[in-house]
């Protein structure tokens, strides 16, 4: 049996930090993943920013509930889940992603949680385990799965890397210029069509 890991944000959902930047115009929050590569440092700029404007959860909360998944999200998860076991492998946190979740048929999501203070500070954030995206590819390895993934940004390519088989999803110039080993489109059907093709 295959299992297909998918990324979340920029692969089936609009990047969250981008859309809560438009709507609260901070432009510094439109950093994301695709262009700081130490998730770390990217999360604690994030919450830097957060106390800077006195803004937190609710805040937050309330862009989420005006988002919607990409365009035929929904639509090519609901085909993929018909033929394989799919795990989406995020770097979100529980705390931002109900609504999201649900507008997608509640697939099976690994990601993180927030540490919030009663008033709804955003105060920090824990990691649901060290290199946690490539590190659920290999346990699902070390259970006899063959795991095919696909991601957008620099926190993907670990997963990729670990993964049997690894595509690159509407990811930025940059990340395709510095990993030209991974197959790229854009499309939804050609991103199955890559699946197919190299599964057992």
Known sequence: ????????????????????????????LKKTTRDVADYDELMRFRL??????KLGLREIEAVIQTMSPLEGAA?????????YQVVILSDTFYEFSRPLMAQLNWPTLFCHHLVVEAGGEVSGFTMRQPEPKNSSVAA??????????AGDSYNDTAMLAQADHGFLFRSPANVIEEFPQYRHTNEYAELRHLIDSVSS
């Open 140 to 149: 699902l390895q070390s259970l006899n799965f063959t795991v095919i993934a």
């Open 1 to 28: 049996m295959d299992v297909v890991c998918l990324d979340l944000e920029g692969v089936l959902v609009p990047e969250i930090w981008i859309q809560f930047a438009q709507v609260t115009g901070i432009d510094a």
């Open 48 to 53: 830097d920013q957060l106390r800077q404007h």
């Open 75 to 83: 639509e090519f998860l609901t085909a993929l889940r018909e033929r």
